[in-house]
């Protein structure tokens, strides 16, 4: 009996320890954003203390992890989810914070890398050469020009933020992405989307073929 009962001790403490080794293994960045996709929340509708504590939260993990974070929403559709996160920090006045983090995207987490060597980065699947990391990168840009110009407006929360947003001098915004891309101001008229993707293409920032891939990621989330 005495056995037993030091054999289910054992195996409880075997499976604590295999439990919290789990626990340090998994991508804590990744996972924050994996649960806010799969949860659909409503931050618009939030009181500002706990909108802001998502926010946070958020986008720590985008700086902490933008190439695992980046590949989560992407493989998991997250659009809505990094739309609504985009369309709120650019409506608390935070765009700074957004700009910051799309430079990271788009230097697949290494600054001191050019934008063209981290995003051509060629993946070969069944016979065929892809650029995943451009498409990803993409993906996460066009949330961000879509926020700017006025797309995927969401619920009725959200769209009474964005449009208080819209109502507001971009300029600051434009002029920190002009120059993190080190791409030309955003001629008067022309929309976000159109003014980035130009940009990178102008500038060689993308070859050619993998403006393509970064292009099919912008569209679906744009």
Known sequence: MMKSAYSRTLLAIVALLLSALSAMGQNQPVSTWSDFIKKRHDLAA??????????????????ADPVGVS????????????????RLMFADDRGADVVDQLDLVLHWGERDKPIREMLGAPSLDDGSIWFPRAKRAGYFTGCVAGAL????????HAGRLTSYFAARDHSAVARQIAKRLKIEPLPKGESYGKWILDGLSKHELLSPDVQDWFELGFDRSY
């Open 71 to 86: 590949i989560e929403i992407e493989r998991s559709r997250g659009a809505p989810a990094l739309c609504q996160y985009m």
């Open 149 to 156: 110009d006025g797309k995927r407006s969401g619920s009725s």
């Open 46 to 63: 939030l009181n500002e203390t706990k909108r802001k504590r998502i926010l946070d939260e958020l986008g720590a993990a985008i700086v």
